[in-house]
């Protein structure tokens, strides 16, 4: 069994680690994969589908750019590529942005309307979860976004854009670097309000899922703020 004392900004403490704790007002994934919107959802912190949620964003300079510019550039028919099928769906690779869709294409769909048409829907639902997205974050306190696997330089322009683009919003990042085997530890990447751990991420029943002990660790002193009317 392995202990942990979790260190936040109003208790600071001289062992354990260091993880964002507390109530937030919006807390979403930012990819690279599904697996953080996944364990939102699982610790019931996820509050809607966000942009990033369901795609794999192998550059995290992408999301930066999704954020902060939109995503008109993303998925245009002249830059995808088929790699074929994930259960009843199209799998689908920008080979401009690195972003992969397995979830967003019915096959049905695809063969009876043709990418184009089905790449105009999916693009309108992603803009449609940008949008909520941007004024979530906009409209709340204090906000926590997710991500699997990130570095230092990519992570540094991430936390620019967001300060600069939301600067009345406290925004704690949360990144997890997989070290297969190893020991959750912290990073420090020398960041503000930006929390690394690194550690073993091996799938303890759901492949696509990770490690259970892990992520309980990471967000077991997280919550979503509730407002009570008068």
């Not at 937030?24 to 809607?48: E, M, N, V």
């Not at 259960?87 to 695809?110: M, P």
Request: proline fraction near 3%; glycine fraction near 6%; aromatic fraction near 10%.
């Amino acid at each position: 069994m392995i202990f942990v004392v979790i260190k936040c900004k109003e208790n600071h403490m001289n062992k354990g680690l260091f993880l964002p704790c507390g109530e937030y007002d919006f807390i979403a994934s930012l990819g690279k994969k599904c697996q953080p919107a996944g364990r939102l959802k699982r610790f019931g912190l996820r509050t809607f589908s966000g942009p990033f949620d369901w795609f794999a964003s192998q550059k995290l300079p992408q999301v930066t750019k999704i954020i902060n510019k939109g995503c008109d550039h993303l998925f245009l028919p002249e830059n995808i590529k088929i790699n074929g099928r994930f259960k009843n769906c199209i799998d689908i690779t920008d080979t401009a942005t690195g972003f992969r869709s397995i979830h967003d294409i019915l096959i049905d769909d695809y063969e009876k309307q043709g990418i184009e048409v089905c790449l105009f829907n999916m693009m309108k639902k992603i803009k449609a979860r940008r949008k909520r997205f941007i004024e979530k974050i906009n409209e709340s306190e204090r906000v926590l976004l997710v991500r699997l696997n990130a570095e230092r330089d990519a992570v540094y322009k991430l936390r620019s854009v967001l300060d600069k683009k939301f600067p009345t919003t406290k925004i704690d990042l949360l990144i997890f670097k997989e070290r297969k085997g190893e020991d959750l530890c912290n990073i420090d990447f020398d960041m503000p309000d930006t929390y690394v751990v690194s550690g073993d991420n091996e799938p303890t029943n759901d492949e696509w899922l990770g490690s259970d002990q892990a992520w309980k660790i990471m967000l077991s002193s997280v919550k979503i703020r509730t407002y009570y009317s008068s």
